[in-house]
């Protein structure tokens, strides 16, 4: 099955603690994003990676870190300079072609604080 | 400002009855349109989209959207909606600007259903 994969499911961290959250994709796109998600508000971008070993701050990187060494790959890391990370993670890819580009999201990661 | 407006957080209606979703954008050009459905704890599951061309799309699940130019406007309807359509709605523009293209959302439309 084609798809993108988030794991865990739900992820707990305790003060001062690095999370990483895991975002894999099999569709072959370049470009894969990771958005956050509060209660009562829409998706807010936090990085993007449009090929591999390059990517881009989004409109609320401050506490978060990511890498892209292999195409199939980007995974997130919440640090601890992240003070509110309580939210709902969603990874999502681009699939792009001659007529526009449409992204697919996984299915996502619940951050909750110990 | 470049913005998505989704004018109701909640909306109730009757299963069987007719479903409309509202989407406003603030751009200059047509942008890239998009619907999606988000159930609780899940990821986004893509409706519909529009590039270009016909302005009544066609999407999964019986939805249908239709673009309109004058208004800036991109509505979501479903003419009979099922219990299982219960859910929160999304809808997202991609400017096209011709560099890197970023997807906007709107706040979300949470749809209950009552039987």
């Known amino acids: 099955d084609g798809g993108i994969t988030q794991s865990p499911k739900y992820l707990f961290r305790k003060e001062g603690q690095n999370v990483t959250l895991s975002c894999e994709q099999n569709l072959n796109h370049d470009a894969m994003y990771w958005y956050r998600q509060d209660p009562g508000q829409g998706l807010r971008l936090i990085y993007y990676s449009q090929i591999v070993n390059d990517f881009q701050k989004g409109d609320i990187a401050e506490g978060y870190s990511v890498s892209r060494e292999k195409k199939e790959s980007f995974p997130l890391t919440v640090t601890s300079a992240q003070k509110n990370p309580t939210a709902f993670y969603l990874c999502?890819?681009?699939?792009?072609?001659?007529?526009?580009?449409?992204?697919?999201f996984g299915p996502g990661t619940r951050l909750l604080v110990l | 400002a470049q913005s998505v407006t989704q004018p109701d957080i909640h909306i109730t209606v009757s299963e069987g009855a007719s479903l409309e979703l509202r989407c406003n954008y603030s751009y200059g050009a047509t942008p890239y349109l998009f619907w999606y459905v988000q159930s609780p704890g899940q990821g986004l599951q893509l409706l519909l989209k529009y590039f270009s061309g016909d302005t009544l799309v066609q999407g999964i699940k019986g939805f249908e959207a239709e673009f309109k130019r004058s208004q800036s406007s991109f509505n979501l309807r479903k003419p009979s909606v099922h219990w299982s359509d219960a859910a929160e709605y999304f809808c997202a523009v991609v400017p096209v600007s011709g560099g890197y293209n970023k997807l906007i959302f709107g706040a979300g439309t949470r749809l209950a259903v009552h039987p």
């Open positions: 999502a890819s681009r699939q792009t072609g001659p007529a526009g580009e449409t992204q697919y």
